[in-house]
């Protein structure tokens, strides 16, 4: 009972279930690591103890009462903070959200509450998700568990550390470009990115509404399959998501690639560490020997995925960003006499750099006489990006790639350079691009920091993604809890 | 010779339950932003879901119009700031409107239109002691947008153009306009030219006209202005001008430093909608009669344009006339009766015929008995206004009111008696050739009675009149 958080999720909900400890006792136990742990990790924002423990007495008095009781019910999850949560503060790591009480909460969030999962509080990301390192948090710095100089990755870089630091067995992310998967790659946790309209982004705090989706983040394959088929599915409040019906993702998980067709894209090794090419080679290796057969497969436009993404998501969230006015909620400043004084020192004061950065590009890039050249022919070659993916997939069931192109880096590393900073998303955004689910699994560590391998799969076959997952988990062994290390730079 | 050229772009909000992008109620008139939700405040994380009643709404109105549906429905947002529009953008259609082209018949000219498409409303902004109020309930109303082409070439024109399409909207069952809540709107461009020049000059667009005397009186200022200009020499520069009501003149509304660029961005949180020409087909199947259509059968009928213009006011008094018609009344008739007493009933109820039907048999009924003699007209007035206002049927009340005519002479003798006994002057006036002294006493019997048959009671008096004489 002492090392409960190197439990899985499932093992947690089961031993709920089985009268082995109550969700008090859970919940007081996570409250406890978070406490000890997380003043180092800075992975949570807010901590909703209260609200927490009510929600335990209460499904500890329902276990009693013999209630049904729901698929995750007693397993503690945490929320990337630009979930909205009715009655808890959601501020999308920006401080112009620093006060903003949600009235209502995010579709996922109600789904996470009615499978009786314990919310624990929300985590630090990127200022709006717009980041790979979690470092534009208006609010805090987020260490690498595994090594406190190093970022978690981002922009889920707080719903990762939890994760992979055992502060909760599972936790929401949201993805754009690879924000949950580069994260769960360099925490050393499974990261999956459903397909495109698999899960309501109603709550979420848009970016780049073409791109968005919430992914879930876990130790092992079967937890993440878990949350998917709770959170998954139409919803009438979000007109994008599908009414593909919604399986049984973990009764998958045992079934094998015997058969399948495995296929390494060279275009998504290009450019990445050679380790990290290796053990994407091993994780092949493995499939293959688990009966897949390889096959090869060409993305002739996917050099361009990278500048197309910067087009279209910048301006995106240039438009969704729009409504932050200071007029209806959020952080107002200045207008005691001039509305546009209103406008620019609400946004100007409100807004990180890397925010503004990616307001000023998207504005451009839809403004008039520009917006044939930049956002309608990126459009363009999204278009053609999606040919090459279905043709791929007519070749391959499944597609084995590095997460990133490298290990989780310094602080700072990239103050100087945004573009380099956008290349580490170049493995994971064609996923958003084009809205095929994409996952990250552990692929053990190198050099004592964890490695993440990507899987790919057609539209809607998270099933056969998750079990195709499983394969290589089950080679290279289940993401263990690690306990956060102070690091050599850290104050 | 200096011709106008003006082009309208009218706004009507739809009378939908809910708003465009939400459920919230599309009501006017309720408390400040009490009929507001996360979607329509525009707040983080929310997500619009398409109204399917107002594109139906504007369907009917493209097909009335004979505009050409686009098969698939789609969004764009446009920006701008401003603290009436909640998201800083408002979903509107540039890329793909939802109906192109068609025409409105004003008079004996045909005015072509654009295009329709569909957005949403912004909220209000209030001014109160310094300080600036936003009231949300307007935000995500449903609007239709009435493009029409630069064809129109006088106020009178242009006022008319406005006025169809009130009546379409009327008739269409698309909205319920009301001027004074602003739910027609519309913003005039007007430009001026040499008869014969094909040539444009720079035009001045109006915003927010919502009336149609001030939009015929702003056609003819800016007509004046924009020709006084040229004869002078001066050239015209494009600009919005805003309209002083009270001073009947347009002013320069404040120039902005760069063109609007409103950076139009398909709404990625909508997918592209196909329009099925099936369910088009279905709405065209069952669309309702137009103006121009009632118009036309109503004159048929022998109404006079003035009737025909008051019954045409209203789609409840349209229907009312026809199926009043269709029950054997003389069309003529029931048009007097709707646009006379029915209209003043309407009036001094409160209650339009749109809010209460009025069953078509009961003015049928009315008019057959007053034909027949059996009612008349005080009576028939009055049971007129006491069905409406009661929900009474004709033949209840008029038992039940004994609102009958008396027209059999035993029970008119001892009234007219009565009068003639108090008014001995204008009997001897009357036995002396005076007619008007019929008239004096026929009201006086009139007061006694109601329901008195004024023909048969004339005739009377006249009889009971030389009866007194000879008496003496």
């Known amino acids: ?491 | 010779m200096i011709e106008a050229v003006i082009g309208l772009e009218v706004h009507i909000e739809l009378g939908t339950k809910t708003k465009m992008f939400c459920r919230c109620e599309n009501r006017f008139g309720a408390k400040a932003n009490t009929l507001t939700c996360p979607v329509c405040l525009g707040l983080p994380g929310a997500l619009p879901r398409p109204n399917l009643e107002a594109v139906e709404r504007v369907v009917r109105l493209a097909l009335a119009v004979g505009a050409e549906v686009a098969p698939v429905l789609e969004f764009d947002r446009k920006h701008y700031f401003y603290p009436d529009l909640p998201k800083g953008y408002q979903i509107s259609q540039s890329r793909t409107v939802l109906a192109r082209g068609g025409a409105i018949q004003v008079g004996l000219r045909q005015i072509g239109l654009h295009h329709l498409h569909l957005e949403e409303d912004a909220g209000k902004l209030a001014h109160l002691g310094g300080r600036a109020s936003v009231d949300l309930n307007r935000a995500g109303v449903p609007l239709v947008e009435i493009v029409s082409l630069p064809e129109m070439r006088s106020g009178a024109e242009a006022r008319a153009f406005l006025e169809e399409i009130r009546l379409l909207a009327e008739h269409l069952a698309v909205a319920e306009v009301r001027m004074e809540e602003g739910v027609l709107r519309a913003d005039l461009n007007v430009s001026v030219r040499q008869v014969g020049d094909p040539r444009l000059n720079p035009r001045t667009e109006v915003k927010n006209m919502n009336s149609f005397r001030a939009l015929e009186r702003a056609v003819a200022y800016e007509v004046a202005r924009q020709s006084q200009a040229l004869e002078r020499g001066e050239s015209l520069a494009q600009e919005t001008r805003g309209w002083d009501d009270q001073a009947g003149q347009t002013y320069p509304q404040r120039r902005k430093e760069t063109a609007d660029d409103y950076r139009y961005l398909p709404e990625p949180d909508l997918p592209s909608y196909p329009v099925s020409a099936a369910w088009v087909a279905d709405i065209a199947s069952c669309l309702p009669p137009g103006p121009a259509d009632l118009r036309q059968r109503f004159f048929a009928h022998g109404l006079s344009a003035e009737t025909v213009a008051v019954i045409l006011e209203s789609r409840a008094r349209s229907q009312l006339f026809e199926q009043t018609a269709a029950l054997g009344a003389d069309p003529v008739v029931v048009g007097q009766w709707i646009v006379g007493d029915l209209a003043r009933v309407e009036r001094e109820s409160g209650e339009s015929l749109a809010d209460r039907a009025y069953a078509a048999a009961d003015l049928a009924d009315l008019i057959q008995r007053v034909a027949t003699g059996s009612l008349a007209g005080p009576g028939a007035k009055r049971a007129l206004e006491l069905s409406y206002r009661d929900r009474r049927s004709v033949s209840a009340v008029v038992a039940e009111e004994g609102l009958s005519a008396i027209s059999d002479e035993g029970a008119l003798d001892p009234l007219i008696d009565q009068v003639l006994a108090a008014h001995p002057g204008a009997v001897q006036d009357l036995l002396a050739g005076q007619e008007k002294a019929l008239g004096f006493l026929l009201g006086q019997l009139m007061r006694k009675s109601r329901s008195v048959d004024p023909k048969v009671a004339a005739k009377r008096i006249r009889e009971r009149a030389q009866a007194c004489n000879t008496g003496f």
């Open chain 1, 1 to 491: 009972m002492a090392d409960w958080w190197l439990e899985s999720a499932a093992a947690v909900h089961r031993s709920f279930i089985a009268g082995e400890r109550s969700a008090s006792e859970i919940v007081d136990g996570v409250l406890d690591r978070i406490a000890v742990h997380d003043p180092i990790l800075g992975a949570f924002l807010e901590v909703a103890a209260d609200r927490a423990r009510a929600s335990a007495r209460q499904l500890d008095r329902r276990r009693l009462a013999g209630e049904q009781l729901g698929p995750l019910a007693g397993v503690p999850v945490a929320l990337k903070d630009n979930l909205a949560t009715d009655g808890l503060r959601t501020t999308a790591g920006s401080a112009l959200l620093a006060n903003w009480l949600p009235p209502y909460s995010a579709t996922v969030v109600r789904r996470l509450e009615v499978a009786d999962a314990l919310i624990i509080g929300k985590t630090n990301l990127d200022e709006f998700a717009m980041g790979s390192s979690t470092e534009h948090s208006a609010f805090q710095r987020t260490n690498n568990p595994y090594d406190a100089d190093l970022v978690p990755g981002g922009s889920s870089g707080g719903s990762a550390a939890a994760v992979a630091a055992g502060l909760v067995p599972l936790a929401l992310g949201s993805e754009t470009g690879g924000s949950v998967r580069q994260p769960a790659a360099y925490c050393g946790v499974v990261g999956l990115k459903p397909t495109y309209g698999r899960v309501s982004r109603y709550g979420l705090i848009a970016f780049a509404s073409s791109l968005d989706q919430v992914g879930p983040l876990g130790r092992t394959v079967g937890d993440v399959a878990d949350v998917l088929r709770v959170i998954a599915g139409a919803d009438p409040e979000d007109p994008s998501t599908c009414l593909e019906p919604v399986p049984d993702y973990r009764a998958a998980l045992g079934g094998g690639v015997q058969g399948w067709r495995v296929a390494m894209p060279e275009e998504l090794q290009k450019g990445a560490d050679a380790k990290l090419q290796a053990r994407a080679e091993q994780a092949f290796s493995a499939l293959v020997a688990a009966g897949a057969r390889p096959v090869s497969v060409c993305l002739p436009h996917l050099e361009a995925a990278l500048a197309t993404y910067y087009v279209i998501a910048p301006a995106e969230a240039s438009s969704n960003l729009s409504r932050f006015d200071g007029v209806r909620f959020g952080v107002r400043q200045g207008g005691d006499r001039e509305l546009a004084d209103m406008y620019s020192q609400t946004r100007g004061r409100g807004f990180g750099p890397e925010v503004k950065r990616r307001i000023m590009i998207g504005t451009y890039a839809l403004s008039a006489g520009y917006v044939d050249a930049f956002y309608v022919q990126a459009q363009r070659l999204r278009q053609l990006l999606a040919e090459d993916f279905a043709a791929a997939f007519s070749m391959a069931d499944i597609l084995v790639t590095p997460t990133t192109p490298s290990l989780p880096f310094r602080f700072g590393a990239h103050d100087h350079d945004p573009l380099a900073m956008y290349a580490n998303d170049a493995l994971t955004l064609p996923a958003n691009l084009v809205g095929v689910p994409a996952i990250s699994v552990p692929a053990g560590l190198t050099a004592g920091l964890p490695v993440g391998i990507q899987l790919m799969a057609p539209a809607f076959a998270e099933r056969a993604l998750l079990q195709a997952a499983q394969v290589v988990e089950d080679h290279f062994g289940p993401a263990a809890a690690i306990t956060p290390r102070r690091g050599g730079g850290q104050p």
